[in-house]
């Protein structure tokens, strides 16, 4: 995230390619989040803080 930052401000500076890093540093903070919050939730699970998820029968 940080990174993200940092690139933005090179961009908004005029540095062009600073945009593609601004990109894929965005990108990667997401990802990251997700899979962080992803884990958090099997942790929870296997805790038992969380149920599991079942299917519904129709």
Known sequence: M???I?????ARGGDSQAWWFLAV???????CLFLSLM???LLLRKLGVLE???PHKH
């Open 2 to 4: 940080w990174a993200a």
């Open 6 to 10: 940092d690139f933005g401000r090179t």
């Open 25 to 31: 540093a965005s990108l990667g903070a997401v990802v």
């Open 39 to 41: 884990l958090v939730t």
């Open 52 to 54: 599991e998820r079942k």
